[in-house]
């Protein structure tokens, strides 16, 4: 195929899509920015796939670029997934629907050869679809109650720290931690995930390994999580709550995502 006629193709096919998925970019946009968003990092994650696939051009070059009709029937369940998410006012359906329009689109312009080539750059867009809050919510929960119960585990068997645990309260003498459903660990979780996914792709192992190095994100997300309200209690003992919310809460945060980043890329060097 022509690399004039693709480019002219892909053109015309973006402005269809923006188009058409105006609304949904708009609601996308919405949720990453959001003060409790817990998909902030989704702006990066078209940006990622198409690094991914650029890494591939070579390859891809030397493939049989041959339409395949499987990508149209892609395309229009896409779209029908699109139209129903917008009529019934379920933006995440129509989210989601983004990824089987990229499959199809590959499908149809590429074919099958080149879309198996790239198929997980393809699949990790799943990761910029928020998923719908009242998931959210009912997974946070849990979440949120889990790290409190452990905190005050943690803090008494090793600490004389004077402490008082009313549901999601930790209560100190110079000020209160409240933990909140950004600090259940669900966000780190959501970010670990779509990390781990991209050392479980680079790793030269097994698909056992890929994929022990994959769900080494659910201790890790955790572990970090948990590490970073036990730091804020302590600052909270030491300095106040006004303190620990102003200064520490956001510098705790990246500290601990420091942290968790290079857990799981010691476990990468480790199952290579």
């Known amino acids: 195929m022509n690399s004039k ?3 002219s193709k892909l053109v015309i096919i973006l402005v269809f899509i923006s188009a058409i998925y105006f609304s949904t970019f708009i609601w996308l946009y919405e949720r990453y920015i959001s003060a409790e968003s817990y998909y902030s990092h989704g702006f990066l994650i078209p940006f990622i796939t198409i690094y991914l696939i650029w890494r591939k051009r070579k390859q891809l070059r030397n493939l049989n670029w041959q339409y395949s009709p499987w990508g149209l029937l892609l395309i229009v369940f896409a779209l029908l997934l699109h139209w129903t998410g917008t009529v019934v006012g379920v933006f995440f359906l129509s989210g ?11 499908l149809y312009l590429f074919g099958k050869k080149v879309t198996h080539k790239i198929i997980f750059p393809l699949s990790f867009l799943f990761f910029m679809i928020p998923i719908p809050l009242v998931i959210i919510n009912s997974i946070s929960f849990p979440m949120r109650m889990y790290v409190t119960k452990i905190s005050v585990f ?6 004389d720290i004077p402490l008082k645990n009313e549901g ?3 209560i100190f003498p110079k000020g209160t931690l409240i933990v909140e459903s950004l600090c259940s660990g669900l966000r780190s979780l959501m970010v670990m995930l779509a ?11 097994s698909m056992f390994r890929r994929t022990v190095l994959f769900l080494l994100a659910f201790p890790i997300a955790i572990i970090s999580n948990l590490t970073r309200v036990i730091l804020l209690c302590f600052v909270v003992f030491v300095y106040g709550s006004e303190r620990a919310i102003n200064i520490f809460h956001n510098l705790t945060g990246y500290l601990v995502f420091v942290i968790a980043f290079f857990g799981l890329w010691f476990c990468w060097k480790e199952l290579q």
């Open 5 to 7: 006629n693709i480019i």
């Open 96 to 106: 989601f629907s983004i990824l089987f329009l990229v499959f199809g689109l590959s």
């Open 154 to 159: 943690i803090l008494k068997l090793f600490t």
């Open 168 to 170: 999601f309260q930790l």
């Open 195 to 205: 990390l781990s996914s991209i050392f479980a792709y680079f790793l030269k192992a």
